[in-house]
């Protein structure tokens, strides 16, 4: 109940009655007041706004069913406890209630129960309006927490938006940062080789122009130098084609029994006394078609990695094994297809890798060796090779806990075994006096091939594009080969020049010349290609092989 009394006002035209009622109620402590008429009764209501009006039913002016009905409607909240004579009918009560009275007494009331009825209706009425106070309020703390829900998520919608776009931001700069180390890598690189090849090329114009005598010694000392650097260069683009999964992988089908005898104990000296070394073979290994030559060098890299993370020495296996992985496998489950592989397990006790820079092991240039020691080359290329050749290849490291380097090659079913009519000595087969005609758009390198091929006694016709090369195909001399670079300007590339001399003359000999083989449309099969920059002597072997005679080409 509240502090302040509640109000009740009494209608009533028996001023008796009336008298009654309000000593019994202002005894409870409630404050009222009186109407005999219900046209007072209303007026009343509207000025004083009692909490409870005890309205009896017959008035002399109008029915009290009316001004119930009257108060009901203009004052919902209102408690209206309708009283009559006792000869009133069940209908009458019916239609009081049926008015909006909230209960009714039939005269004579005794006091008590007059007394017990109003208190319990002004309970009822404090209890309803303490419900209505708690609904409102739940209602405006639903409405708050609503409002707050979704600011929040408005926030948190803000928050993605922010974080996708520093994500993007991030992700931009590190391939900016990556291509940066990149270039940056080649550059250094390629810097150096540059600097000895023209340092010794000078050196070598120098004497000449000089007439100084240099011993002849000297001059192959200046020309070797040279000579090596290329190769190195040569080197490099291998691994970072190998990276960019754009070598030319000559597939053989290889069987690892026999090409781990082979590397055995080249793979030993590698690694170094100081190292413990073995070497463990499954029985019955599958075959898988791949270039056996990178793959020997990604086993060396793995090895290499694997010594020099032993500076104080350490064991060093390697060992392979038949795996078929399925939907539960381990391997799977880390990325790698499902399917039957030959698997190459690297492993050492070195000082082993942090993640992060597991994370970043494959990158070209990304090395931890001091400057001079490492190029950063090494996984790229295992990395590009096993890629390319369908396989996958995880890392098992900690840091001080050494390293697990397993390689996935994918079975094959062994072809049809190697070609044994090849000639065991390659050398034999080098020069020739047949008429090479030479297609390269780019004038220094077909002057430079004409000079070689010529020093091999060929005679030589040359072309700077594909026209002029189908023109001298009539040439009355006769052309016993045709030897094309791929990838040439006007139009017409190496290999589709390759295809209509194919048509045009089919039995003339073919050799395609690429350092960029993997455009589209090229079948490696179709024709032979020799991979830039190549050797003198693989130039002259890879001749007598495209004019028919029979040489190893590896
Ligand atoms: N077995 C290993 N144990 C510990 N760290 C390794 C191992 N193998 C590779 N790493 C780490 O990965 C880095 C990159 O290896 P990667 O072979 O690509 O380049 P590199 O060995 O530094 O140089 P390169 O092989 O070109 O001479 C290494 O510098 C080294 O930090
Ligand atoms: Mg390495």
Redesign the pocket.
């Given at each position: 109940m509240s502090a302040e009394p509640s109000r009740i006002l009494i209608v009533d035209d028996d001023e008796a009655a009336r008298y009654v009622k309000r000593r019994l109620l202002q005894a409870q402590g409630y404050t009222v007041s009186e109407a005999s008429l219900g046209r007072d009764a209303v007026v009343l209501a509207a000025a004083e706004e009692p909490h409870l009006a005890l309205l009896d039913v017959k008035l002399p002016d109008v029915s009290g069913i009316e001004v119930c009905r009257e108060i009901k409607s203009r004052y919902p909240q209102i408690i209206v406890l309708q009283t009559s004579a006792a000869f009133t009918g069940v209908a009458d009560r019916t239609r009081a209630l049926d008015g909006g009275a909230d209960s009714y007494l039939v005269e004579p009331i005794e006091p008590d129960e007059l007394i017990a009825t109003v208190n319990a209706l002004l309970r009822m009425r404090d209890a309803e309006q303490q419900a209505g106070r708690i609904t409102r309020n739940l209602e405006q703390l639903v409405d708050e927490r609503t409002h707050e829900l979704a600011e929040a998520n408005r926030h948190l919608a803000d928050e993605i938006a922010d974080r996708r776009q520093a994500e993007a931001a991030l992700w931009h700069t590190q391939k900016l940062d990556l291509i940066g180390q990149l270039t940056g890598g080649i550059a250094h690189d390629f810097n150096n080789l540059l600097m000895v090849i023209s340092g010794n090329l000078e050196l070598l114009h120098e004497a000449f122009d000089g007439g100084a005598k240099l011993p002849p010694a000297e001059i192959r000392q200046l020309l070797g130098n040279a000579e090596a650097a290329t190769e190195h260069a040569a080197k490099i683009t291998q691994?970072l084609l190998a990276f960019a999964r754009r070598s030319t992988l000559t597939e053989e089908t290889v069987c690892f029994t026999d090409l781990l005898a082979d590397s055995e104990g080249f793979l030993r000296r590698a690694a170094g006394e100081a190292i413990e070394f073995s070497c463990a073979c499954g029985s019955g290994l599958w075959h898988c078609r791949v270039d056996p030559v990178q793959l020997e060098a990604a086993v060396l890299?793995?090895v290499?990695?694997?010594r020099?993370?032993m500076p104080r020495g350490g064991k060093l296996n390697i060992e392979v094994i038949n795996v078929s992985l399925d939907r539960t496998s381990n391997e799977v489950e880390r990325g790698a297809p499902i399917g039957d592989y030959v698997k190459i397990v690297?492993s050492?006790t070195?000082?082993?890798?942090s993640p992060d820079?597991i994370e970043?092991?494959?990158e070209p240039f990304?090395?931890?060796?001091e400057v001079g020691?490492?190029?950063?080359?090494?996984?790229?290329?295992?990395y590009g090779f096993v890629k390319q050749s369908g396989g996958h290849i995880l890392i098992d490291?900690k840091p001080g806990k050494?390293?697990m380097?397993s390689v996935y090659l994918p079975r094959s079913v062994p072809l049809t075994e190697p070609s044994a009519n090849a000639d065991p000595d390659p050398r034999h087969a080098a020069r020739g006096s047949e008429t090479v005609l030479i297609v390269d758009d780019n004038e220094d390198v077909r002057e430079v091939t004409a000079v070689i091929v010529r020093s091999l006694g060929y005679e030589v016709l040359t072309a700077g594009d594909a026209a002029e090369a189908l023109a001298l195909l009539h040439s009355p001399r006769g052309i016993d080969l045709l030897m094309s670079d791929i990838v040439m300007s006007g139009g017409i590339n190496g290999f589709e020049l390759a295809k209509r001399v194919h048509v045009l003359s089919p039995g003339l000999p073919i050799l395609l010349i690429s350092g960029y083989p993997a455009d589209r449309g090229i079948e490696a099969d179709e024709f032979p290609i020799l991979r830039k920059p190549y050797r003198r002597e693989q130039l002259a072997r890879y001749i007598r092989a495209a004019l028919g005679d029979p040489v190893v080409l590896s």
């Amino acid at each position: 109940m509240s502090a302040e009394p509640s109000r009740i006002l009494i209608v009533d035209d028996d001023e008796a009655a009336r008298y009654v009622k309000r000593r019994l109620l202002q005894a409870q402590g409630y404050t009222v007041s009186e109407a005999s008429l219900g046209r007072d009764a209303v007026v009343l209501a509207a000025a004083e706004e009692p909490h409870l009006a005890l309205l009896d039913v017959k008035l002399p002016d109008v029915s009290g069913i009316e001004v119930c009905r009257e108060i009901k409607s203009r004052y919902p909240q209102i408690i209206v406890l309708q009283t009559s004579a006792a000869f009133t009918g069940v209908a009458d009560r019916t239609r009081a209630l049926d008015g909006g009275a909230d209960s009714y007494l039939v005269e004579p009331i005794e006091p008590d129960e007059l007394i017990a009825t109003v208190n319990a209706l002004l309970r009822m009425r404090d209890a309803e309006q303490q419900a209505g106070r708690i609904t409102r309020n739940l209602e405006q703390l639903v409405d708050e927490r609503t409002h707050e829900l979704a600011e929040a998520n408005r926030h948190l919608a803000d928050e993605i938006a922010d974080r996708r776009q520093a994500e993007a931001a991030l992700w931009h700069t590190q391939k900016l940062d990556l291509i940066g180390q990149l270039t940056g890598g080649i550059a250094h690189d390629f810097n150096n080789l540059l600097m000895v090849i023209s340092g010794n090329l000078e050196l070598l114009h120098e004497a000449f122009d000089g007439g100084a005598k240099l011993p002849p010694a000297e001059i192959r000392q200046l020309l070797g130098n040279a000579e090596a650097a290329t190769e190195h260069a040569a080197k490099i683009t291998q691994q970072l084609l190998a990276f960019a999964r754009r070598s030319t992988l000559t597939e053989e089908t290889v069987c690892f029994t026999d090409l781990l005898a082979d590397s055995e104990g080249f793979l030993r000296r590698a690694a170094g006394e100081a190292i413990e070394f073995s070497c463990a073979c499954g029985s019955g290994l599958w075959h898988c078609r791949v270039d056996p030559v990178q793959l020997e060098a990604a086993v060396l890299n793995l090895v290499v990695n694997a010594r020099d993370a032993m500076p104080r020495g350490g064991k060093l296996n390697i060992e392979v094994i038949n795996v078929s992985l399925d939907r539960t496998s381990n391997e799977v489950e880390r990325g790698a297809p499902i399917g039957d592989y030959v698997k190459i397990v690297v492993s050492d006790t070195g000082e082993g890798m942090s993640p992060d820079v597991i994370e970043r092991v494959f990158e070209p240039f990304f090395t931890t060796k001091e400057v001079g020691k490492g190029s950063g080359l090494g996984l790229s290329q295992v990395y590009g090779f096993v890629k390319q050749s369908g396989g996958h290849i995880l890392i098992d490291s900690k840091p001080g806990k050494g390293t697990m380097l397993s390689v996935y090659l994918p079975r094959s079913v062994p072809l049809t075994e190697p070609s044994a009519n090849a000639d065991p000595d390659p050398r034999h087969a080098a020069r020739g006096s047949e008429t090479v005609l030479i297609v390269d758009d780019n004038e220094d390198v077909r002057e430079v091939t004409a000079v070689i091929v010529r020093s091999l006694g060929y005679e030589v016709l040359t072309a700077g594009d594909a026209a002029e090369a189908l023109a001298l195909l009539h040439s009355p001399r006769g052309i016993d080969l045709l030897m094309s670079d791929i990838v040439m300007s006007g139009g017409i590339n190496g290999f589709e020049l390759a295809k209509r001399v194919h048509v045009l003359s089919p039995g003339l000999p073919i050799l395609l010349i690429s350092g960029y083989p993997a455009d589209r449309g090229i079948e490696a099969d179709e024709f032979p290609i020799l991979r830039k920059p190549y050797r003198r002597e693989q130039l002259a072997r890879y001749i007598r092989a495209a004019l028919g005679d029979p040489v190893v080409l590896s």
